[in-house]
C-alpha cells in the first residue's frame, strides 16, 4: 500500500470519527432535560413570549436542520452564538482555549520530565526496596483524585507557607512572573497525578524491554547496564509510552475541568460548567467538541508517531495492502 493511500486511509477514519462524534454530541446535549427559553426568560414568562423566543434561538426547528446548520457553521470556525448574551462562541472560546492548553501542556511536560527518569529507575531496582517504594508510592497516587491534590496543594503551599497564589489567573503578556507563580499550583496538581499512573506504565516498558533477547545480547557481549538501557531501551520502550501519554494527554483535558474550578481558573472547564448550569446549550455543543476534536486529533497523531519511532510498523503497514 502506497504511503498516500495510507495517509488518505487514516485522514478518512480521523473525519469519519470527527463526524459521528459530531452527531453524539450534539444529540445528547439537545437531549438535556429543560428549555433553554424557559430558563432565560424565567419561571414568570408567558407561554407566547417562550415561544417566540424559541424562534428566535432557532429551536422551533427540526432537529436535523439545527444539526446540519451547527456542523456546516462549525467548518468555517463559526460555532453559533451564546444563547444568553448573543455573543459569538468563538470569541468566549479562544482566550479560554489558551488559558486551558497553558495548564494541560505544561502540566504533561512536568509529568514527563518526572517519569522518564523515575519509571527507568523503578525498572532497574524493582528487586531493590527503593525500587519496590516507588512502585508503592505511585500506586497510592493514582487511588488520589486531582481536586484533593490540588486542594491540598493549595492548603500547603499558599495558606500555610503562603510562597504561591492560591487561585486565579493573569495573562501571559500582562504579567509573565505572576502567569508563571498562579500556574506552579495547578500545573503541579495534573503533574503529579498524572505522574502517578505514568511511572507505571513506563516502569513496565522498561521491565518488558530488560527481558528481550536483544537486551540481553548487548549485555552478554559487555555492554554496561546503563548504556544498554539508553541505547536499547529508551526506543523500544517508546512505542509503549508514547501510546500511554497519548491517552493521558487527551484525558488531561477533561480533567483540567477540574483542577480549573479548584484554581478559579478561567479556562474551557469553567466556560462549560457554567455553561451547563445556565443551559446555555450552543457554548456546551461548542466547547464539548472542541474538546473531542482535540481529543481525537492527539490520538491521530499518537498513531501518526508509531511509525516514526518503529519504522517496521510502516512496512507492516505497506506489506497488508500488497
Known amino acids: 500500500m502506497s504511503k498516500g493511500r495510507t495517509l488518505a486511509g487514516r485522514l478518512g477514519a480521523f473525519a469519519a470519527s470527527l463526524l459521528v462524534a459530531s ?14 427559553a424557559g430558563t432565560i426568560l424565567g419561571s414568570n414568562a408567558t407561554p407566547q413570549a417562550v415561544e417566540e423566543l424559541r424562534e428566535q434561538l432557532g429551536l422551533d426547528r427540526a432537529l ?5 446548520e451547527w456542523l456546516t457553521g462549525m467548518f468555517v470556525g463559526d460555532f453559533g452564538v451564546s444563547a444568553f448574551t448573543r455573543e459569538p462562541i468563538g470569541v468566549l472560546i479562544g482566550p479560554r482555549l489558551a488559558v486551558t492548553c497553558w495548564l494541560v501542556f505544561l ?3 512536568l509529568a514527563v520530565a518526572v517519569v522518564l527518569p523515575v519509571g527507568k529507575y523503578a525498572a532497574l531496582r524493582r528487586k531493590r526496596l527503593s525500587g519496590q517504594v516507588v512502585s508503592v508510592v505511585s500506586q497510592f497516587g493514582m487511588a488520589v483524585p486531582a481536586f484533593l491534590m490540588g486542594i491540598t496543594l493549595s492548603l500547603v503551599f499558599a495558606v500555610w507557607l503562603g510562597w504561591l497564589p492560591a487561585n486565579g489567573y493573569t495573562p501571559l ?3 509573565p512572573l505572576d502567569w508563571a507563580r498562579r500556574l506552579v499550583l495547578p500545573c503541579t496538581s495534573l503533574a503529579l497525578v498524572q505522574s502517578a499512573v505514568l511511572v507505571r506504565y513506563v516502569r513496565n516498558a522498561f521491565i518488558d524491554v530488560l527481558q528481550e533477547d536483544y537486551f540481553r545480547t548487548a549485555r552478554s557481549i559487555g555492554w ?3 548504556a544498554a538501557v539508553s541505547r536499547h531501551g529508551t526506543r523500544n520502550a517508546g512505542l509503549q509510552v508514547v501510546t500511554v501519554l497519548g491517552l493521558q494527554l487527551a484525558t488531561l483535558f477533561v480533567g483540567a475541568i477540574v483542577i480549573e474550578r479548584v484554581f478559579v481558573i478561567p479556562g474551557l472547564g469553567s466556560l462549560l460548567v457554567d455553561s ?10 461548542g466547547v464539548v467538541m472542541l474538546l473531542v476534536t482535540l481529543i481525537l ?3 491521530a497523531l499518537v498513531d501518526m508517531l508509531y511509525l516514526l519511532i518503529d519504522p517496521r510498523l510502516k512496512s507492516d503497514t505497506e506489506g497488508v495492502g500488497e
Open 276 to 285: 451547563v448550569a445556565k443551559r446555555d446549550l450552543p457554548i456546551v455543543q
Open 23 to 36: 452527531l453524539a454530541v450534539f444529540l445528547v446535549v439537545n437531549a438535556l432535560p429543560g428549555d433553554v
Open 173 to 175: 503578556l500582562s504579567d
Open 224 to 226: 554496561p547496564l546503563r
Open 64 to 68: 436535523l436542520v439545527r444539526y446540519v
Open 107 to 109: 502540566g504533561m511536560g
Open 297 to 299: 486529533v492527539i490520538n
